[in-house]
């Protein structure tokens, strides 16, 4: 299957990475290569390392940027959770303090998201898997089969901000006692008779979604790995260098703006301490008054954007 994947507020991108000849910048979500390479040829003969986990894109991603040419790329299979490490191994001239930007494209790919193998999409019976990674030490199917109630119900609150998560992991642990669940399929009727009719009726998001969401969240580890990577990329960064990350739900969204606000103040000690004894030092400052949304234009053209909130930082 070709991997498309039409890259969200890449104008913006460009524009807030201030991207120069010469410079390194990390892209932490290849994808489709499409950041990637717009930024490859803006700072030739500077460097563009880009990490993504899944194997097929990396494989979409090589065949693209030779297509047109694109020499100054350094592609790594790796989650981006490793990025202090994967810069150190593949660009050590470039590492600590010494990257011009880093960019995150959070959430799935259209490409992830059309093919019916992967299990990531309701729209089609498919094994139940849902990891970035197809060689993944868990899959969803793992969860669902073998993971208490009480975990499930967390999980899919947490993750999926799902009213009704009690009631849906409730369902999956009864079935499983007669029933393998393998696929995407099952899991969406075992959701279906778990939820009253009139949340079934809403408009708007398909009923599955939240859950869906919550567990691919939970087998490839998103929030954690967000989070480690947020810190090691800031020690990457030099000063003066940008930190931009596009999220498509409030979880992704919340870590991101958490991360910026605390690295935007000195002491972190809690109020009634008199004396700071943190030493927390200020180390970004937020480019952006708000968070930046597409436009209604690229919304119409690419109704997958519509969810995409920008954040972008300046190391101090």
Same mark, same amino acid.
Request: aromatic content about 6%; overall charge positive.
């Given at each position: 299957?070709?991997?498309?994947h039409?890259?969200?507020?890449?104008?913006?991108?460009?524009?807030?990475?201030?991207?120069?000849?010469?410079?390194?910048?990390?892209?932490?979500?290849?994808g489709?290569a499409?950041?990637?390479?717009?930024?490859?040829e803006?700072?030739?003969?500077?460097?563009?390392l880009?990490?993504?986990?899944? #194997?097929?894109?990396?494989?979409?991603?090589?065949?693209?940027?030779? &297509?047109?040419?694109?020499?100054?790329?350094?592609?790594?299979?790796?989650?981006?959770r490793?990025?202090?490490?994967?810069?150190?191994?593949?660009?050590? /001239?470039?590492?600590?303090?010494?990257?011009?930007?880093?960019?995150?494209?959070? +959430?799935?790919?259209?490409? #992830?998201?059309?093919?019916?193998?992967?299990?990531? /999409?309701?729209?089609?019976?498919?094994?139940?898997?849902?990891?970035?990674?197809?060689?993944?030490?868990?899959?969803?199917?793992?969860?669902?089969?073998?993971?208490?109630?009480?975990? *499930?119900?967390?999980?899919?609150?947490?993750?999926?901000?799902?009213?009704?998560?009690?009631?849906?992991?409730?369902?999956?642990?009864?079935?499983?006692?007669?029933e393998?669940?393998?696929?995407? +399929?099952?899991?969406?009727?075992?959701?279906?008779?778990?939820?009253? +009719?009139?949340? *079934?009726? &809403?408009?708007?998001?398909?009923?599955?979604?939240?859950?869906f969401?919550?567990?691919?969240?939970?087998?490839?580890?998103e *929030?954690?790995? *967000?989070?480690?990577a947020?810190?090691?990329?800031?020690?990457?960064?030099?000063?003066?260098?940008?930190?931009?990350?596009?999220?498509?739900?409030?979880?992704?969204?919340?870590?991101?703006?958490?991360?910026?606000?605390?690295?935007?103040?000195? =002491?972190? =000690?809690?109020?009634?301490?008199?004396? =700071? #004894?943190?030493?927390?030092?200020?180390?970004? &400052?937020?480019?952006?008054?708000?968070?930046?949304?597409?436009?209604?234009?690229?919304?119409?053209?690419?109704?997958?954007?519509?969810?995409?909130?920008?954040?972008?930082?300046?190391?101090?």
């Amino acid at each position: 299957m070709e991997y498309k994947h039409v890259p969200v507020m890449l104008a913006e991108v460009l524009e807030y990475l201030r991207a120069e000849p010469g410079q390194n910048i990390i892209d932490c979500t290849m994808g489709g290569a499409g950041y990637t390479m717009a930024i490859a040829e803006r700072i030739n003969p500077g460097k563009v390392l880009a990490i993504d986990l899944d #194997q097929l894109a990396i494989e979409n991603a090589k065949k693209i940027l030779a &297509k047109n040419k694109i020499k100054n790329v350094i592609i790594v299979n790796d989650n981006f959770r490793n990025i202090k490490k994967i810069a150190e191994e593949n660009m050590e /001239s470039a590492a600590e303090n010494k990257f011009d930007g880093i960019v995150f494209d959070l +959430g799935l790919s259209s490409a #992830q998201l059309e093919d019916r193998t992967r299990g990531f /999409s309701f729209k089609a019976d498919a094994p139940l898997n849902m990891s970035f990674n197809q060689a993944g030490e868990i899959s969803t199917e793992d969860i669902v089969n073998t993971w208490p109630e009480a975990e *499930l119900t967390r999980i899919i609150r947490e993750y999926g901000e799902e009213r009704f998560a009690h009631k849906i992991a409730r369902k999956i642990i009864e079935t499983r006692k007669t029933e393998e669940i393998k696929t995407t +399929g099952q899991l969406i009727a075992i959701i279906k008779r778990s939820l009253p +009719g009139f949340y *079934l009726r &809403k408009k708007g998001i398909h009923f599955a979604t939240l859950t869906f969401q919550a567990l691919r969240i939970a087998t490839n580890e998103e *929030l954690v790995s *967000l989070e480690e990577a947020l810190a090691n990329a800031l020690k990457l960064l030099k000063k003066g260098g940008r930190i931009i990350v596009i999220s498509y739900h409030s979880l992704e969204d919340r870590i991101v703006k958490q991360f910026f606000k605390k690295e935007n103040i000195g =002491c972190i =000690c809690p109020p009634r301490q008199p004396v =700071c #004894q943190c030493e927390h030092e200020a180390s970004l &400052k937020s480019v952006t008054r708000k968070v930046l949304i597409p436009t209604e234009t690229e919304v119409e053209e690419n109704p997958r954007a519509r969810s995409a909130k920008m954040r972008v930082a300046e190391k101090l």
